[in-house]
């Protein structure tokens, strides 16, 4: 079959970003490849392990089952818009203080995927976070820094939500 | 790992989704949540020529509580009925059901009608609405005609759909003495259920939907004389369960997956019968 691309336009991190793609190509590869985001981690690429969730419309999707025709129309959200190097997200300060990642590869999935929990349930209790981040693997830690990390981030955004009020 | 070529195609409308189905033929296949059939595709298991792409079609979402049924667009995510009110106060278990499927990042893609036609055994969707005798709207080239849900799944992967007819719309009527619950067991929340079982019990009768066993959802019928107490429930399930046909595989082989189905199938009882 002849090579077919099309012209799309997705709306990443709040700008357009106009790509050139075949319909087969993922959206974790497009994400990486076309726009550059290499926060997006590719892992297993059959949905197991997480690491390359984004958040589509502010609710986490595993990029690698979905082409990237398919995110047209909807707003992405990767990793590398949550904060910078001197001004983390507390999420990511979360991570950081309480240890919740060592090698880092599926940490940009488990910061998403933490940080859409917590738009949703400020404080979670820790069943609840363990139950969402079954989502997403973790071959270092053993999960516990990283669950107490989503703690901490709830801890964080409740003191910021305070101070900002 | 990623996908042959295929032709993607994204009608907006149910015909024209029917329409281009037909034109592809066996080489045709309609994408819904895509939380199946993008990994098989990925690991070119599944290797259709023409992808159509239903996530468009406005036709197949939404969902409506009436006063005698539920009725579910084929698109509905599981999340989406996990998460609706209006639905867990309606038939609560679906909600629960829903609550079971997969992990979250899964649940907001994956969608309710996709599930019943792919049809793994371990689902929860086709014992779900097995147990609630609901029936599933199929659309062709030839119009529309229904489907009990009980008739759909005809073995693993296997069901009732023609090649160019696509699941629209899912009726499900709402029982409102009836009590329900729904139990598995799966090595971790989210992961593929061992064995899992529905219960939906009236003054008349309690049944049991089971999956999880490797075949198509089975459903044991215990008369409410029979399913009084736990002993008797307990040795009846079992001599029913120890009849089914079920297939082992590296979690567990076929007389462990039957004493995990008369396990959750009895959780599942007691809920009911408290």
């Known amino acids: 079959m002849a090579e077919e691309r099309v012209e799309i336009t997705l709306a990443v991190n709040g700008h357009d970003e106009r790509v050139t793609v075949e319909p087969r190509w993922l959206l974790s590869d497009v994400l990486r490849r076309e726009c550059g985001l290499l926060g997006v981690h590719v892992g297993c690429e059959h949905g197991v392990c997480g690491a390359c969730t984004v958040l589509l419309d502010g609710e986490p999707v595993r990029s690698c089952l979905m082409f990237a025709v398919q995110a047209v129309g909807h707003q992405l959200t990767t990793v590398e818009a949550l904060g910078t190097a001197d001004n983390l997200d507390p999420v990511q300060q979360a991570f950081w203080e309480a240890h919740g990642l060592q090698c880092g590869f599926c940490t940009p999935g488990m910061v998403l995927t933490a940080r859409a929990l917590l738009d949703r349930d400020p404080h979670p209790s820790e069943e609840t976070i363990r139950e969402t981040l079954a989502g997403n693997l973790c071959r270092c830690t053993g999960y516990q820094f990283i669950v107490d990390a989503v703690l901490l981030a709830a801890e964080k955004r409740a003191a910021l939500a305070e101070g900002s009020a | ?274």
């Open chain 2, 1 to 274: 790992m990623k996908p042959v070529r295929f032709k993607y195609q994204a009608p907006h409308t149910v015909d024209e989704a029917v329409k281009q189905l037909a034109e592809a033929g066996i080489d045709g296949k309609a994408l819904a949540g895509g939380q199946s059939l993008v990994p098989m595709m990925n690991f070119r298991l599944a290797r259709p020529a023409v992808l159509v792409d239903l996530n468009g079609v406005a036709d197949l979402s939404g969902m409506a509580v009436h006063e005698d049924r539920v009725e579910l667009g084929a698109l509905t995510r599981h999340q989406a009925v996990a998460d609706s009110e209006r639905l867990r106060h309606a038939l609560p278990l679906l909600a629960e059901a829903a609550g079971l499927i997969g992990h979250w990042g899964i649940r907001t893609r994956g969608t309710v009608g996709g599930s019943v036609v792919h049809a793994d055994p371990s689902a929860e969707w086709p014992a779900v609405l097995t147990a609630l005798s609901a029936e599933l709207e199929l659309v062709g080239p030839q119009g529309a005609h229904r489907v009990p849900a009980g008739e759909f799944v005809l073995g693993p992967l296997t069901t009732a759909i023609g090649m160019d007819e696509i699941l629209t719309r899912i009726h499900i009527p709402r029982v409102p003495e009836a009590r329900t619950a729904i139990e598995e067991v799966a090595r971790r929340p989210g992961d593929f259920a061992l064995a899992g079982a529905v219960v939906v019990s009236t003054s008349e009768d309690t049944r049991w939907t089971f999956f999880g066993l490797g075949g198509p959802p089975e459903t044991v019928r215990l008369s409410a004389d029979d399913a009084r107490d736990e002993e008797r429930v307990k040795r009846q399930l079992t001599e029913r369960v120890a009849a089914l046909d079920v297939t082992g595989d590296m979690h567990g082989g076929a007389d462990w997956r039957r004493q995990v189905a008369v396990v959750v199938a009895l959780r599942a009882w007691r809920r009911v019968a408290a």
